[in-house]
């Protein structure tokens, strides 16, 4: 399956290192529940920022606010 122009094995490899990152950052010990880590570092989860890209984009291209490429 893809997920937001990005296939779900490497959307999970990519949510894997946001959450080492967040575990780092906050020297965490590897078994810390990241999703409270990334919040309390004030961050968005990839997949949720990829919904909120997606949402833009479409808001622009309703709008007339897009690329030029993307109103064709």
Request: net charge positive.
């Amino acid at each position: 399956e893809v997920w937001d122009n990005c296939n779900k094995t490497l959307a999970e490899k990519l949510q894997k290192l946001q959450n080492r990152a967040a575990r780092v950052l906050t020297f965490s010990s590897y078994d810390t529940n990241a999703d409270g880590l990334i919040e309390k570092l004030g961050w968005k989860k990839l997949s949720s920022q990829r919904q909120f890209q997606k949402a833009v984009m479409v808001y622009k291209s309703l709008n007339g606010l897009a690329p030029d490429y993307m109103h064709s």
